[in-house]
């Protein structure tokens, strides 16, 4: 009875952060649906999409927009890490009660790094778009460059960095065993540790964002799911191999056409 006991309360506090994590990611891809039909709204005037003007409030409403897409994307391929975390800290904290808290915390520290990528993206959207690289949704104007990238994306699917960085988000529990701090700290370093390896695989397939438009939620789903599939199922080290293989034939059949 103490043993069924136990198991429903570890049950309990893992159905609760499952559920923040669920509502964290639902409300970022409602933000990501209607601030993105909005802001599509406010560029076509009369007929003509147009840009804003570039200042410190548009930049931090891009920001925004970059965390908010990163936190739509990469959190769901975070939750089986999540979960496992709040298992480790039940059987390592005193009061239960902290459990969820502790996995929170982690996911947290987790986002920070994504948090981080996003100011670093806002950058280099804002340098682009002064150099005159990128069209009304967002996306490159320059169809050789946009190849280059398709193309360096997936060679970068191949490489050992990127096998290394998706061996570890595909399974962290070595990681975790070793280093999983409790307390506010601690939980939130390491989530930080663990979003720098996420960051490590996943950094190249979010420049594929500046191809086929940020302001393409398709494509940002297409990018999510190809995230998911390849961190989560069990022959997803090979599906990141093919997509990288189909990225770069990509890549290489457009340079052909225009050549």
Not at 47 to 66: C, D, E, F, K, N
Not at 224 to 248: F, H, M, N, Q, Y
Request: aromatic share 10%; with cysteine.
């Amino acid at each position: 009875m103490r043993v069924e006991l136990l198991t429903g309360l570890l049950r309990h506090r893992r159905a609760i952060v499952l559920g923040a994590l669920a509502t964290v990611t639902a409300a970022a891809w409602a933000y990501l649906l209607l601030g993105g039909r909005i802001e599509m709204e406010m560029m076509d005037m009369g007929g003509a999409a147009m840009l804003p003007t570039w200042s410190p409030t548009y930049g931090a409403l891009i920001s925004i927009m970059w965390w908010v897409m990163m936190v739509a994307m990469m959190l769901p391929t975070a939750a089986p890490t999540v979960l496992l975390v709040t298992s480790l800290a039940w059987d390592r904290l005193i009061n239960p009660n902290l459990v969820p808290p502790t996995a929170l915390l982690f996911a947290s520290g987790y986002l920070l790094v994504w948090c981080g990528f996003s100011l670093a993206a806002t950058l280099l959207q804002w340098s682009l778009d002064g150099a005159g690289l990128l069209s009304e949704k967002m996306a490159f104007g320059d169809a050789i460059l946009a190849s280059t990238v398709l193309i360096a994306a997936g060679v970068y699917q191949w490489t050992p960095l990127k096998d290394a960085c998706l061996r570890h988000c595909r399974s962290p529990s070595e990681f975790l065993f070793r280093h999983l701090r409790l307390g506010l700290l601690g939980a939130v370093g390491t989530g930080v540790r663990h979003g720098l390896f996420c960051l490590g695989c996943c950094w190249m397939l979010m420049a594929l964002l500046f191809v086929g438009g940020l302001m393409s939620l398709t494509w940002v789903g297409a990018i999510a799911l190809l995230v998911l599939v390849e961190k989560t199922i069990p022959w997803g080290d090979w599906v990141s191999r093919l997509g990288g293989a189909l990225l770069v034939v990509w890549g290489v059949a457009n340079l052909v056409r225009m050549a």
